[in-house]
């Protein structure tokens, strides 16, 4: 019996993604939940799965933290990330982490379909945009580095959040973590940026084509 770990800290989101799959996969896989990225780590560490689905998007340890060390502890498990954000924000530094597939949660249930059954025959998921993403993306790294590319995963994902409308408290409260937490990020993330204020992040984000 094949096993596929579902990481999501909501439980709606895992019993409907499970209930999906149960349609779109043959009769031989089974499923196992968890709610936080330490309790996916721990049962990657004791169980034997075929897959992880992992959310990007955990309180506590982000999932690209997750996922490097679940990548420590099973170097060839094959790890989907799950994301309710666009491809542009986070794909390619899923990629780079060592994911082996990268599905929005509003795609079509064909796209998680096609995803798993390309991983688990040891290939990686990549889409058009993704290919060309990751193609700008090592032009980048060849030429001169965006200063955007200095923040670390949890500093991207607070100024996705924050250019997306939320507040200090909302981001807080969604994370999981102290507003103090929040507003140390805030204050990295204008040193790496050289900028001054929360507007010329903003300004920085969309000149950069990083708000989509």
Sequence with gaps: MKKILVVDDHTIV???????LRELLEPSFDFDEA????QAIDMVSKGDYSLVLLDISLPGRDGLDVLRQLRQIHPKIPVIMLSMHPDEQYAVRAFQAGASGYVTKGSASDDLQGAIEKVL????YVSA????????AVGEDHGNASLHKLLSDREHQFVCMMTSGMTMTEIAGA????????????????EKLHLRTNADIISYWITHNLSK
């Design 121 to 124: 025959h040891g290939g990686r």
């Design 14 to 20: 895992r019993e409907g993604i499970i209930r999906l």
């Design 35 to 38: 709610s936080n990225g330490q």
């Design 129 to 136: 945009l993704q290919a060309e993403l990751l193609a700008e």
């Design 175 to 190: 994370l999981s973590l102290s507003t103090k937490t929040i507003s140390t990020y805030r204050t990295r993330v204008l």
